[in-house]
């Protein structure tokens, strides 16, 4: 099983829609996770990060947390062309006390 | 503030050649991790430096290896270059060590190996 899993996409939105990326992970004593935004040939870029179940919002951005699920996810509500990119969830795992990340998922806004 | 610097950008390098690929922390951070990203293995873990000490490796071969000095720079070094070398290498800083800390990556690194 791996460490952390994303839905693989690509993800296609119409401008203005919304947007659902999720994300499992295993260690379930995992209590950091971070979601960070991709473009296409740049460095991954910290959008937010969550520590406790429940919902946290920036901006347009909502993560979600239910660690009894072992699942986070991240919203992105009224997409812009401009939110294209590859959304990579990342999880501490504290047994290896490393941050490991999913393998992305793309998203593209349809303008 | 300024962010994490990564030095040279962009490299090209024959098998059996050895490279250095430098990192300069966010001013005041003292952590550093470095990340092997390739479009089939994705972002992977390759060490944490923190106090100029090793904290943590991730599952890649002796051919990798780094250190930190003490003004919180990093250089990794990847020996005896192969081809599946050809990455993107990444540096995150963080403020402090483990991997609960936020990390901030810099811009990266891209090793061609021919």
């Known amino acids: 099983q791996k460490e952390v899993e994303q839905n693989s996409g690509p993800l296609s939105v119409p401008e203005g829609a919304i947007a659902s990326l999720n994300c499992t992970y295993s260690?379930?004593?995992?209590?950091?996770f971070f979601w960070y935004r991709q473009y296409s040939g740049k460095s991954p870029e910290l959008i937010m990060s969550?520590?406790?179940?429940g919902d946290k919002e920036d901006g347009r951005f909502t993560a979600q947390l239910n660690k009894a699920s072992q699942y986070v996810s991240l919203l992105i509500r009224d997409s812009q062309p401009s939110d294209s990119a590859t959304y990579l969830c990342a999880v501490n795992i504290n047994a290896d006390y490393k941050l490991s990340f999913g393998a992305g998922t793309t998203v593209t806004v349809r303008a | 503030k300024a962010g994490v610097t990564q030095t040279p950008r962009y490299l090209i390098k024959t098998r059996g050649q050895q490279v250095t690929l430098s990192c300069s922390p966010i001013s005041g951070h003292r952590s550093v991790s470095w990340y092997q990203q390739t479009p089939g293995q994705g972002l992977q873990f390759l060490f944490e430096y923190f106090s100029e000490t090793q904290r943590n490796k991730g599952n890649f071969p002796g051919r990798f290896s780094g250190r930190q000095f003490s003004n919180s720079r990093s250089e990794m070094n990847v020996s005896t270059l192969e081809l599946g070398d050809s990455a993107l290498y990444l540096c995150a800083s963080s403020l402090e060590a483990g991997s609960d800390a936020t990390q901030y990556f810099g811009p990266g690194t891209r090793l061609l190996v021919l």
């Open positions: 969550i520590y406790s179940n």
């Open positions: 260690d379930r004593g995992s209590q950091s």
